[in-house]
């Protein structure tokens, strides 16, 4: 079992990486583009924006090393 | 690439290059196998369903690059030291017992490793924009020829690459993984971009510039004597 965990802890270490919330993010950026776009809207702008939002949101908390 | 080199001349100029040259063969072949499994397999899927899923993957990844990028030139995360990282491992490896008999299994491990982890990114790269673009060849060529670059260079010096500018190129490909993935995932979600193929320029010019923007804003927090230290390093 834990051989089966290492190799989960693995692959979500490499494609969610440090911040899950970017991962969460595109998802839901793709999620909604995809629900607009089905409904006629334009929905180009979508992901764009979720993913520069993403960005900054996860970037304002940063601290500087050793503070 | 890069990171792997570090690791192998590390392993083979302490340990000897037999059990290393059989570790890198079959980190190899383990990454072949994984584009040959994976290739095909994400194919498969409609064109729609694989622009989102590779449009997914990309953006996840590019953006874990790219912040991890920004964070470093904006001098919150320390610079990819290859040499720090050469010395250390040369230490480690000096630290282990001596290899009893022919096959050196410490060697051969960290080798394996080295290529391997490092070149599961690679091999991801290939893979996903392989599948959007359905054009395995070009991508396995142009992964092929960096690995050939990178080998020759290390030859030749014969020491880590610590004057590759590494940071710079993480940005850059965060960059165009972050581009790529709005795009291509955008699209098989449904969306129609203005402009067509176009758009892909403009969105990795509004990445740049934002990001760019955020290295200066981010660098303006900082107290100034970090700010020495970070551009001293």
């Known amino acids: ?67 | 690439m890069v990171e792997a080199l570090t690791i192998v001349l590390a392993v083979a100029l302490t340990r000897g290059w037999h059990s290393v040259r059989y570790g890198i063969g079959a980190a190899l072949l383990a990454l072949a196998a994984v584009v040959a499994l994976l290739g095909p397999a994400l194919t498969l899927l409609p064109l729609a369903t694989l622009r989102v899923i590779v449009g997914f993957l990309l953006l996840s990844f590019g953006l874990q690059w790219l912040r991890k990028a920004i964070l470093r030139s904006a001098g919150y995360l320390p610079m990819h030291d290859e040499a720090k990282i050469f010395e250390r491992e040369v230490a480690e490896t000096r630290a282990h017992a001596a290899a009893q008999g022919s096959m050196d299994w410490y060697a051969f491990t960290l080798s394996f490793k080295g290529v391997f982890l490092e070149g599961l990114e690679v091999a991801f790269v290939v893979v996903t924009f392989g599948a959007a673009h359905d054009d395995f060849a070009l991508m396995i060529g142009a992964a092929l020829a960096a690995l050939i670059v990178v080998t020759i260079v290390g030859v030749i010096v014969h020491r880590p690459l610590s004057r590759v500018p590494e940071n710079t190129m993480k940005f850059g490909v965060g960059l165009m993984l972050t581009t790529f993935g709005t795009f291509w995932g955008s699209e098989g979600a449904g969306a129609t971009w203005p402009g067509g193929d176009a758009a892909i320029l403009v969105i990795l010019l509004a990445y740049t510039a934002i990001a760019f923007g955020l290295v200066a804003w981010l660098r303006g927090r900082l107290p100034s004597a970090e700010l020495a230290l970070g551009e001293a390093a």
């Open chain 1, 1 to 67: 079992m834990s051989w089966l965990r290492r190799f989960a802890s693995f692959w979500w270490d490499f494609v969610i990486g440090d911040d899950w919330r970017l991962a969460i993010g595109g998802a839901i950026a793709l999620g909604a583009t995809g629900f607009f776009a089905h409904r006629g809207a334009a929905a180009w702008w979508i992901t764009p924006v979720v993913v520069l939002t993403l960005l900054v949101a996860t970037l304002v908390r940063v601290k500087p090393r050793g503070s």
